[in-house]
């Protein structure tokens, strides 16, 4: 999942983003509200979690003009605030979730499994993800207009990336979904990345180093 993280602790900040990008979530970490906005506004991200307190705008007002703006991004606040009041003030602005600091990473990435739960992955047939069309009752993949000839074991590798767009999938993720490790093949996640990329566009399917792969989101 794509994750957009806001906290202007510098030292919390990164290692949350190196702890995310380890789970498998790419994340971009901003420090504040407008260069948030300017990201939102440029790319699609299926998560934010928005420190309250920070420079010049708050998480606050960053979480009012994400719901105004009316993005699908789900949102956790993270805040050293942890009276009851202050949960409530954040839920009731819009937030799916609250975590207070300090917490443990482990705690983190609960809370998002179960916002994600909530949120609930791609559920018609027909699957829209940037300019890709995916059929997944008939099996079928098309870029605008024009359909994509893809083998079996290459559809059922889109179909995995394609399920959760944005977020990262390691090879062993990708081998159990799509079942290619029946093959007994050790590359055939790279052979059939390698193909789709050159079917479906090389910007497509981005490689996140040391961690998989994702789906961009883009037009």
């Known amino acids: 999942m794509k994750t957009l993280l806001v906290e202007d602790d510098v030292p919390l900040g990164s290692s949350l983003q190196e702890a995310l990008t380890k789970g498998g979530y790419a994340t971009t970490w901003v420090q504040r509200a407008p260069d948030a906005r300017r990201f939102l506004r440029a790319q699609d991200f299926g998560l934010a979690l928005l420190d309250i307190v920070l420079p010049g705008e708050s998480g606050l007002d960053l979480l009012g003009w994400i719901r105004a703006q009316r993005l699908p991004t789900q949102v956790i606040m993270l805040t050293a605030r942890d009276a009851v ?28 499994r179960a916002v994600t739960r909530r949120a609930g992955p791609q559920r018609s047939a027909q ?5 890709l069309t995916i059929d997944t009752a008939a099996r079928r ?22 399920s959760e767009p944005g977020k990262v999938f390691t090879r062993k993720q990708i081998e159990r979904a799509s079942r290619i490790c029946e093959s007994g093949d050790s590359n055939a996640v790279d052979v059939h990345i390698h193909n789709l990329r050159r079917k479906l566009g090389s910007e497509c399917i981005e490689t996140v180093r040391g961690v998989g792969y994702l789906l961009e989101n883009k037009p």
């Open 85 to 112: 009041s202050d949960r409530v003030q954040g839920l009731d602005a819009g937030a799916d979730d609250y975590l207070a600091k300090p917490f443990a990473v482990e705690e983190l990435f609960s809370r998002i």
């Open 141 to 162: 993949a098309c870029r605008g207009a024009n359909e994509i000839a893809l083998s079996q074991r290459e559809f059922d590798v889109l179909l995995v990336l394609a």
């Open 127 to 131: 699957w829209r993800v940037g300019s």
